[in-house]
């Protein structure tokens, strides 16, 4: 094998959000999406109500992706129907690897997912103190963060990244309504980002959002909703593509 560094591509989307009159409308964007990378990641929302017949609609779509390696984490609405595990099979059978705390290395890189959860950013993040259901709240959003430092623990590879559905910073959900910033994320979630060396980080939900910042170790972070981009971006492809340096 080549010592030589090599390039791995990486594109990531979220919030596809399919339906079961999704047929046809996403695949010509996934295509494009796996010319462009190596490796492709689903930042969850992948369906629109959690439906095993939307999961089904979205496999097919996938089709056309080939056999490049595809890592996906849920997102709220992959929960919403009560059939997560029958859209976590059908995805697997699918060939992509779902990661809900778990880790995973492809093509010299290192892959760490969870879907994450709310709680808000900083000084403004949700305590767990008062009433269970608010204590219930924040010890989800200090589970989702300790499935990712596990994650990322369990990584050898000089190159890691994140995967997301909940955004772990505040810039990229700012042009939301700031109401509802404690639904769009947690800063618990860059804790572990922060201790470990990631070189990048990818998330969706926040539909209005910013498309990139950084946390406060300077590690960059893109929100790659679709809506977000097709908002901001007008006219280009709705998804991210990074390109990682790794030994070959």
Not at 39 to 61: F, K, P, S, W
Not at 182 to 210: K, M, W, Y
Not at 215 to 233: F, L, M
């Amino acid at each position: 094998m080549s010592d030589r560094p090599q390039t791995v591509r990486v594109a990531a989307i979220g919030d596809l959000h399919c339906t079961r009159t999704s047929k046809g409308r996403i695949e010509p964007l996934l295509s494009r999406m796996a010319e462009r990378a190596d490796v492709l990641c689903l930042c969850g929302d992948l369906t629109d109500y959690g439906l095993r017949e939307e999961a089904i609609v979205l496999v097919a779509e996938l089709a056309g992706v080939g056999k490049k390696p595809m890592l996906c984490v849920l997102g709220n609405h992959d929960y919403e129907s009560g059939q997560v595990d029958q859209v976590i099979e059908i995805l697997c059978e699918a060939g992509a690897v779902v990661l809900c705390g778990e880790s995973h290395e492809t093509n010299g890189v290192g892959f760490a997912g969870t879907k994450g959860f709310g709680g808000g950013f900083g000084r403004h993040a949700l305590e767990p103190w008062g009433e269970a259901p608010l204590k219930a709240f924040v010890q989800e959003a200090l589970d989702e963060a300790l499935k990712l430092e596990k994650a990322l623990s369990r990584l050898r590879t000089e190159q890691r990244v994140a995967l997301l559905h909940y955004a772990p910073i505040v810039q990229t959900v700012e042009g939301e309504p700031e109401e509802i910033f404690p639904f769009l994320g947690s800063s618990r979630l860059e804790e572990p980002i922060n201790r470990f060396p990631v070189a990048a980080v990818f998330h969706g939900h926040a539909h209005q959002g910013n498309l990139e910042g950084r946390t406060s170790g300077d590690v960059p972070v893109y929100n790659v909703s679709v809506p977000a981009i097709q908002r901001r971006r007008p006219g280009e492809d709705a998804f991210r593509v990074v390109e990682l340096t790794v030994q070959g």
